[in-house]
T-cell receptor, first 114, second 115 residues
C-alpha cells in the first residue's frame, strides 16, 4: 500500500523567500506524481505533473523534482508571495492493471507573510 | 467549460437519512472519482469509474454507492448516513489516468454534516 509523507506539515516564511516542500512515498512503482494546491474551503488545483521518466518539471516560479528510486519529490517555490499561501499536496499515481489511483499526502500548509 | 461541478455545496443530514451528492463534468473525461477529506487523514478515495457503466471501489467504499450511466455524471449515494460520514467530499475527473500527461480536475467540494 502506498504511503505518502509530506514534510513540514506547516511552514511560515516572509515574502520573497525561496522555499522547498518535501514529499516521500513508499512504493516507487509510480506512473507519475502530481502536486496540487488547495486554498481554504476550495477544491484542489493541479500545479505540476511529473512523469515517472522525468527528473523535474517547471511552471513559472514552481519547480518540482522527482527521484523515483528513492521515493522522493520536492516542490521548490521561488520568490514566494502572499498569494502563494495555501496547502500544497503531493500525490503519486500508482500503475498496474486498471486500478490506477492517486494517494495523497496530508499536505504542507504554507503561509507567506507580507 | 464549467469544469467539474458539485451540488450541493453544503448539506446537513440526520443519522439514517439517505442522499445523493451530484458530480458532473463537461470535458468528456473517462475517469471520475470521489474522495473524502478529513482533518489529519488527507484525501481518501471512495469510488472511481474508468468509463460509463464501469465503477470500482477505492480505499473507503463502505456506506457509499455509485453508478455511471453517462460519461458526464458520477453521483455518490449515501445509503444510511452516519456521523462518521461527516466530511468534505470532492469529485475529480481526468481524461484517463493511463496517459502520463493527464492531470486531475477537482470540483469545489460538498461539505456534509451528519447529526
Amino acid at each position: 500500500k502506498q504511503e505518502v509523507t509530506q514534510i513540514p506539515a506547516a511552514l511560515s516564511v516572509p515574502e520573497g523567500e525561496n522555499l522547498v516542500l518535501n514529499c516521500s512515498f513508499t512504493d516507487s512503482a509510480i506512473y507519475n506524481l502530481q502536486w496540487f494546491r488547495q486554498d481554504p474551503g476550495k477544491g484542489l488545483t493541479s500545479l505540476l505533473l511529473i512523469q515517472s521518466s522525468q527528473r523535474e518539471q517547471t511552471s513559472g516560479r514552481l519547480n518540482a523534482s522527482l527521484d523515483k528510486s528513492s521515493g522522493r519529490s520536492t516542490l521548490y517555490i521561488a520568490a514566494s508571495q502572499p498569494g502563494d499561501s495555501a496547502t500544497y499536496l503531493c500525490a503519486p499515481v500508482n500503475s498496474g492493471g486498471s486500478n490506477y489511483k492517486l494517494t495523497f499526502g496530508k499536505g504542507t500548509l504554507l503561509t507567506v507573510n507580507p | 467549460n464549467a469544469g467539474v461541478t458539485q451540488t450541493p455545496k453544503f448539506q446537513v443530514l440526520k443519522t439514517g437519512q439517505s442522499m445523493t451528492l451530484q458530480c458532473a463534468q463537461d470535458m468528456n473525461h473517462e475517469y471520475m472519482s470521489w474522495y473524502r477529506q478529513d482533518p489529519g487523514m488527507g484525501l481518501r478515495l471512495i469510488h472511481y469509474s474508468v468509463g460509463a457503466g464501469i465503477t470500482d471501489q477505492g480505499e473507503v467504499p463502505n456506506g457509499y454507492n455509485v453508478s455511471r450511466s453517462t460519461t458526464e455524471d458520477f453521483p455518490l449515494r449515501l445509503l444510511s448516513a452516519a456521523p462518521s460520514q461527516t466530511s468534505v467530499y470532492f469529485c475529480a475527473s481526468s481524461y484517463s489516468l493511463r496517459a502520463s500527461t493527464d492531470t486531475q480536475y477537482f470540483g469545489p467540494g460538498t461539505r456534509l454534516t451528519v447529526l
